[in-house]
């Protein structure tokens, strides 16, 4: 069974750091591009970062460029993606999800950004 | 970046009833590289249709993609009471990736 869980999030205070995992379990995770996308409370999906299965391409929304990093190990069957200079319009659960098509999803971590 | 317009924003049916939902790209969609989610309130999303066309796994197939290039739609052919949710659509074709901001189906 195809399993990813988030863990990381928490409250934060504007201009701080978070670093978010996603253990994956079930499927030959190296194979695999990974996905962030975020939900805001009461709002739509927004896609932030993709990272192809061996590293070699990484994307980023331009909402988040140059402060998060999404990274993985595919020793540890473990996605990553590394906040930093937070701000409240970061507040939002943190999914991943798997491949391309987003076919899998955990459910999510919630970051909150506030003073 | 590619603009995806869903439209209507909310949908009122019954139970029975056909669900027809559109995404509008403003540009071309990349292979036809755009999905379907379902979304219900406290869960995160799930995948019903992948490639514009293609139901991903245990997805009824009352739910079915059509379309290409710019226009892409959604049909539910009789909604079931655990329909009722938002769907979006996304589009994986080039980056950034991007989702449209969803349509609401409620029971009418």
């Known amino acids: 069974e195809v399993q990813l869980v988030e863990s990381g999030g928490g409250l934060v205070k504007p201009g701080g750091s978070l670093r978010l995992s996603c253990a994956a379990s079930g499927f030959t995770f190296s194979t695999y591009t990974m996905n962030w996308v975020r939900q805001a409370p009461g709002k739509g999906l927004e896609w932030v970062s993709s990272?192809?299965?061996?590293?070699?391409?990484?994307f980023y929304a331009d909402s988040v460029k140059g402060r998060f990093t999404i990274s993985r190990d595919n020793a540890k069957n473990s996605l990553y993606l590394q906040m930093n200079s937070l701000r409240a319009e970061d507040t939002a659960v943190y999914y991943c999800a798997r491949a391309a098509a987003g076919d899998y999803w955990g459910q999510g971590t919630l970051v909150t950004v506030s003073s | 970046e590619i603009v995806l317009t869903q439209s209507p924003g909310t949908l009122s049916l019954s139970p029975g009833e056909r669900a027809t939902l559109s995404c509008r790209a403003s540009q071309s969609v990349s292979s036809s590289y755009l999905a379907w989610y379902q979304q219900k309130p406290g869960q995160a999303p799930r995948l019903l249709i992948y490639?514009?066309?293609s139901r991903a796994t245990d997805i009824p197939d009352r739910f079915s993609g059509s379309g290409s290039g710019t226009d892409f739609t959604l049909t539910i052919s009789r909604l079931e009471p655990e329909d009722f949710a938002v769907y979006f659509c996304?589009?994986?074709?080039?980056?950034?990736?991007?989702f449209g901001q969803g349509t609401k189906v409620e029971i009418k």
């Open positions: 990272i192809t299965s061996t590293s070699g391409d990484i």
């Open positions: 996304r589009q994986y074709g080039s980056s950034p990736r991007t």
């Open positions: 490639g514009a066309s």
